[in-house]
């Protein structure tokens, strides 16, 4: 747990007493600070609620909302309206993680450092592999943020990098956060519920690049549209190192392919691991791979670490296969643009899919539904899936995942030919399960008794 002197008699406010919440409520008591709480529905032993009408919000130093908490416009939670009415600082996780390293001499003497990562799709496989490969190389790292450890919640190092994977929700109310290295891996669809537009979403992700200057590193895929003019603005800040990458520009210093990465048209990097090939393996891996290089950290150990990388269970994770079925387990594609690269890697494919979708156009996968034998709804809406593919695939609607399961299994065994029967949903879980964790645990039951 990280904990400090630099907090010792703050008034802080914590909104919200999830993960993130509770973790901080504990650092920060064990700082000495005097911490005031609100959850919506507190049920913390011990814990009690601020009393909203006598609490004097004019008296605290700032406030620290959770990353689910909406902080603008019409949405923004009641105690946020108050706060902005009373002119206390509205400040993230990510940004009070900030105020402790500047008060360390570790960091300000560059022993520490940190190595932020966000994106609509690939962040969690990304800051997995650097995870991966820092400990193949010996060095000291903690490996925190949205991929499930809360930041405070970390052991303190004295050197070596604090590794932290950033979601856009964080990056809303950031206004101090200064990594020495971030990196933007894609930026597509999602999150709109929130943010409302794709332009307002693709503000608050570059927000990890806002405080960075002089020796800091930014690396960014440059193939996504409505980026463009972000970029442009980050290639005019003073002394910061922008690495692009591409997927699309062969002339690009770092471009990647199905197979290969390579820097200025030379191959550097092919990885014999299968599991790790394709499209938006090798884009992930390039963020890695510049990232090692900008720091001398390239070389023959950590290409075979990066080559021997398992992979996260939920993205294209092999459950088992029966015969000439393969059953393959890819959860975690939340959004129709990440299921894409699924029905790009397989053949044969029997897809299960559903949920409450975050995009209203599902067309952007129909180049990719020449691999599709059959499609299989689960969840709550069905209507927009059906719009989208009925006129080029054969669709079902078999509401839960057990069916789906059990009937895709019968056609593939029916049909008698190598299958790959994908959970795939390109949608949010909630209408079933508690999170994408819980409906992929359940795919892999499912499976682990047929």
Not at 314 to 332: M, P
Request: proline share 2%; charged share 25%; with cysteine.
């Amino acid at each position: 747990m990280i904990f400090s002197k630099v907090f010792q008699n703050k008034k802080i406010l914590i909104l919200g007493l999830g993960i993130t919440g509770l973790n901080l409520y504990k650092a920060l008591k064990k700082s000495s600070a005097n911490v005031y709480v609100w959850d919506d529905n507190i049920k913390i032993k011990n814990i009690k609620n601020i009393n909203l009408n006598k609490f004097k919000f004019k008296n605290l130093d700032f406030c620290v909302p959770s990353p689910g908490i909406s902080t603008k416009g019409k949405e923004a939670h009641l105690i946020i309206k108050i706060l902005k009415q009373n002119k206390i600082k509205i400040i993230s996780e990510l940004d009070l993680f900030q105020i402790y390293l500047n008060s360390q001499n570790n960091y300000n003497n560059g022993n520490i450092k940190i190595i932020a990562v966000t994106g609509t799709n690939g962040k969690s496989t990304v800051v997995s592999i650097i995870d991966h490969v820092l400990d193949r190389l010996k060095i000291n790292r903690s490996l925190v943020g949205n991929i499930g450890k809360s930041i405070f919640e970390s052991i303190t190092l004295k050197n070596g990098y604090y590794i932290i994977e950033v979601s856009s929700y964080q990056l809303e109310t950031t206004s101090l956060f200064k990594p020495n290295f971030s990196i933007l891996t894609n930026v597509s669809k999602d999150h709109l519920d929130r943010h409302k537009t794709m332009q307002e979403y693709i503000r608050q992700k570059f927000n990890i690049f806002k405080k960075q200057s002089l020796k800091d590193t930014a690396i960014v895929s440059v193939d996504y549209s409505g980026t463009q003019k972000f970029i442009k603005k980050l290639l005019t800040k003073d002394k910061l190192n922008v690495i692009k990458i591409s997927g699309k520009n062969k002339n690009s210093i770092y471009y990647y392919d199905d197979y290969s990465i390579y820097k200025n048209k030379k191959i550097l990097f092919k990885p014999s691991n299968y599991s790790l090939r394709g499209n938006h393996n090798l884009e992930n891996i390039t963020h890695v791979v510049a990232l090692l290089e900008s720091q001398g950290n390239l070389n023959t150990t950590s290409l075979r670490a990066i080559n021997d990388f398992s992979g996260l269970s939920h993205r294209q994770e092999v459950v088992r296969k029966i015969k000439k079925t393969l059953f393959i387990n890819d959860s975690k594609a939340t959004n129709i643009e990440s299921s894409v690269p699924a029905l790009k890697s397989f053949k044969n494919i029997y897809w299960i899919c559903g949920g409450i979708t975050k995009s209203k156009d599902m067309r952007v996968a129909i180049p990719y539904l020449k691999n599709v034998k059959k499609i299989f709804i689960i969840g709550l809406e069905k209507k927009i899936f059906f719009d989208a593919f009925q006129d080029v695939a054969e669709i079902v609607y078999v509401k839960n995942m057990n069916s789906a399961v059990q009937i895709s299994y019968l056609n593939a065994k029916k049909d008698n030919q190598h299958a790959s029967i994908i959970l795939s949903p390109a949608a949010a879980s909630f209408d079933q399960y508690k999170n994408f964790e819980t409906r992929g645990n359940a795919f892999k039951r499912i499976v682990s008794n047929l």
